[in-house]
């Protein structure tokens, strides 16, 4: 079993940056990636990066190539999601997830572990 607890989302706004912090404990994270996803209003929910916690290769979707950087600590457990020149469509709950090794990283349905999400609103 793994929890993971997020924090860090607000309200900024357009052209600032956050940074969402997702804290993993109970359970080992050899030989799994993390994933950020995001839900907008009315939306559904769609991946936004995923990293190996092992080897640390990284994982984007096209539209935040370049303005977001996942990265981990290995030794905090903690996994992160530095959003800079943020857009009002960037706005959504983020939730980060934990999956095994086995499945593409992009689909939601391979992750088993989630939490509860922090919200990012992003005011244009």
Not at 8 to 18: E, K, N, Y
Not at 45 to 53: C, H, N, Q
Not at 96 to 113: D, H, I, L, T
């Amino acid at each position: 079993q793994v929890n993971l607890v997020e924090s860090g989302g607000g309200l900024v706004q357009a052209g600032g940056s956050l940074r969402l912090s997702c804290a993993a404990s109970g359970g080992s994270l050899t030989r799994t990636y993390m994933g950020w996803f995001r839900q907008a209003p009315g939306k559904e929910r769609e991946f936004v990066a995923a990293i190996s916690w092992s080897s640390g290769s990284t994982y984007y979707r096209d539209s935040v190539k370049g303005r977001f950087t996942i990265s981990r600590d290995n030794a905090k457990n903690t996994m992160y999601l530095q959003m800079n020149s943020l857009k009002p469509e960037d706005t959504a709950v983020y939730y980060c997830a934990a999956k095994y090794y086995g499945g593409s990283v992009y689909r939601e349905s391979n992750y088993k572990y989630w939490g509860q999400g922090t919200p990012v609103t992003v005011s244009s």
